[in-house]
């Protein structure tokens, strides 16, 4: 099950799969701080900064999740 999540292939990264909206927001803090980005701010307030370097690590996936049986996704609105 994925719950409000990007579906990652082989080579993605956080970078790639989110908005120009949202790379500009980790541009600007991670100017600002050297390392990290701060949370969005409709995150829980207790969500402490991440490290920009692991948005630009790329992920490895085989596939295997496209031979699960059944895929379920739900899209959190609010």
Sequence with gaps: MLLDAHVAQDGDTAW????DEERAWFL???QRTGDTVDPLPFFDR???PH???TLLQAVRLTGAWRTVPRTVFVEALQ
């Design 51 to 53: 490290p920009v370097g």
């Design 28 to 30: 600007e803090d991670s």
């Design 16 to 19: 790639s799969l989110t908005s």
């Design 46 to 48: 207790r969500a402490r």
